[in-house]
């Protein structure tokens, strides 16, 4: 076993908001009311087990084509949550940044989400990243687009482009690639979420519902990530 595993950045994708609703014999918007203590106990728990980034997949590119009156739900609920829980992150030195395709955001949620990133900017606990309005592809091929400018410009040429050029032109580019990638809600696939930073995430999921999940469950998952063994390709030392 291997127990030197770091975890220095946690993904997490929220999934099964809708399913806990109709379980309960509720709407699904139930559901993502619900998800609250359940980030709660993630950034709580993170916090403590000194993660240092935290990105929540909050809302994605493809979310937009929801029903109008859940997006519109969802976007009151994410300005109500930062309005919420900034105090509190904030005295808990959180410091909150997201990623994605922000200007397509209402300007309400848009502001609250500006505010709180402004006012937290310089603390130096755990980095919550919210993924609001992104994709995967969204954010490669906005970063194709960075680069395409910079040669039309002059300032580099296409045989210059490394993995790393590509790396600097993603959204966060001072955030390291996830360790570990958890899904909940027993779907298997990444669903457009980090896709360059995950070559080498470990991928970890659970049937547990995201409004079900608890400290306990990160436990497992994080204990499930320290019995891996990271090759990011190269063999296993002891072979
Ligand atoms: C996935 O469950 C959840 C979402 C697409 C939205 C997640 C939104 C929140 C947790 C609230 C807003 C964010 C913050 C940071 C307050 P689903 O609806 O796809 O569930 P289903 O697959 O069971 O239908």
């Known amino acids: 076993m291997n127990s030197d595993n770091h975890l220095t950045h946690v993904g997490i994708i929220m999934d099964g908001n809708g399913r806990w609703a109709r379980s309960h014999g509720l709407k699904r918007i139930e559901g993502h009311k619900a998800a609250e203590k359940s980030i709660h106990d993630a950034v709580e728990y993170c916090g403590e ?8 997949y909050a809302f994605s590119t493809e979310n937009w084509k929801r029903p109008k009156a859940e997006v519109i ?62 994709g995967g592809r969204a954010e490669i ?4 687009i960075k680069i395409a400018r910079d040669i039309e410009a ?32 027993g779907e298997q696939r990444l669903s457009n979420f980090l896709l360059w930073e995950s070559a080498y995430s470990e991928l970890y999921f659970t049937d ?3 409004p079900d999940f608890r400290r306990v469950h990160l436990e497992e998952a994080f204990e499930d990530y320290r019995s891996r063994r990271r090759r990011f390709g190269d063999l296993d030392s002891d072979r």
């Open 73 to 134: 739900f969802i976007m009151t609920l994410l300005k109500s949550f930062i309005k919420r829980n900034i105090d509190d992150l904030d005295r808990n030195r959180v410091r909150i940044r997201a990623i994605g395709r922000l200007d397509d955001l209402p300007r309400g949620p848009l502001n609250e989400l500006r505010n709180a990133m402004k006012r937290t900017g310089s603390n130096e606990g755990l980095n919550l990243i919210l993924a609001l309005s992104y």
């Open 208 to 210: 547990v519902l995201w």
């Open 154 to 185: 002059g300032h580099m040429q296409a045989s210059e482009i490394t993995e790393d050029t590509i790396t600097s032109c993603m959204y966060l580019p001072d955030v390291p690639d996830p360790d570990i990638i958890i899904r909940t809600s």
């Open 141 to 144: 091929t906005d970063a194709t």
């Open 49 to 56: 087990m000194g993660v240092e980034y935290l990105t929540l």
